[in-house]
């Protein structure tokens, strides 16, 4: 199984890009993994939410292949904590041998065509946080996942 991180823009913030790259790194370890960055739609007026959601999701459902899970990042998704998201992913392992795609939509959300492509929604948190940062706190939360598979002594409980 592979994991595959989409995004839209690019991580610009230093020490986000830091904490990726120490995360990715510890990863390899465990899983493969690659994160990918779309480009920011442009020509599109900022105002124009629907038709800004619209662009992305096509752009989303350009990069993922038909066999891969998809699973949207949405602060209304599935909440889980620690312990349950590792139980989460140990499952897509374990049962689905498809690529499990992650999916960071921009500030608006997501298409109607790219959630009904989608296996469902989850939560990392009912905070809000900019799309930069949930790519820092789900690369720390991947990594925890796991270690919690393996028995590792990262997550203490």
Known sequence: MMIRVISIGKTNISYVKEGLDEYTSRLKHYTKLSWEELPDIKKID????????????????????SREAVYLLD??????????????INQHQIYDQSNLVLIIGGAYG??????????????????????????????????????????????HS
């Not at 930069?132 to 270690?147: C, D, G």
Request: charged residues 25%; without cysteine; proline residues 1%.
């Open 110 to 155: 997501f298409s109607e065509s790219l959630v009904k492509r989608s296996k469902g929604k989850i939560s990392l948190s009912k905070m809000t946080f900019n799309h930069q940062m949930v790519r820092l706190i789900l690369a720390e939360q991947l990594y925890r996942a796991f270690t919690i598979i393996k028995g590792e002594p990262y997550h």
């Open 75 to 88: 602060d209304g998704g599935k909440a889980m904590d620690s312990v349950q998201f590792s139980n989460w």
């Open 46 to 65: 900022r105002n124009n939410q629907a038709l800004l959601i619209e662009k992305e999701g096509e752009a989303f459902l350009s990069a993922i292949d």
